[in-house]
C-alpha cells in the first residue's frame, strides 16, 4: 500500500488554497468592471440618447439590456450558490453538540472541499457566460460610441 507523500499532500492543498483565492478575486473583480461598465455606458446612452434615431436607440437596448440582464443573472445565482453554501456551514457549526478542535476542523476541511467543488462548477460555465455577456454589450457599446462621435462630430 502507498503511503501519501506530505510534501504532494501540502502542495494540493495550497493549490486548492489559489484556486479558491483567485476565483473569489475574478469573480469580485468581474462585478466590479462590470457594474462600473455598464454605469459607464448607461450614462452615455441618457446623454445621447435625444439624438439618436429609432434603431440605434433600438438596437442599443436590445444589446446592452441582453448583455446586462446575463451579467446580474451569473451574479445573482453565483451570490446565491455561495451564500447557500455559507450558510449551511455556520448552521453545521452552530448545531454542533459538543465542538472540539477536531471535529470544528474536520467541518472547516469539508466546508473547503465544498467550496472547491461550487468554483469548478462555476467556473466550468464562466467562459460561456462571459462570452454571452460580452458579444452583446461590446456590439452595443460599439454602437453607441459610433453614435456618440458621430454626434460630436456632425453637430457643433
Known sequence: MNTPDPIVEDNRKYFKEIIQLTFDRAFTFMALIGTAGYAGMLAIWGWINPFLLRWQVLAIGALLGA?????????????????????????????????????????????????????????RHWSKVLLVIAFPGLAGSLLLIGACVQHLITDP
Do not use: H
Open 67 to 123: 448583455s446586462l440582464l446575463v451579467f446580474m443573472a451569473f451574479q445573482l445565482v453565483g451570490m446565491f450558490v455561495m451564500a447557500r453554501q455559507q450558510m449551511r456551514f455556520q448552521r453545521l457549526i452552530a448545531e454542533m453538540e459538543n465542538p472540539t478542535p477536531a471535529n470544528v476542523n474536520g467541518a472547516i476541511q469539508q466546508n473547503r472541499a465544498d467550496q472547491l467543488k461550487l468554483i469548478k462548477g462555476l467556473t
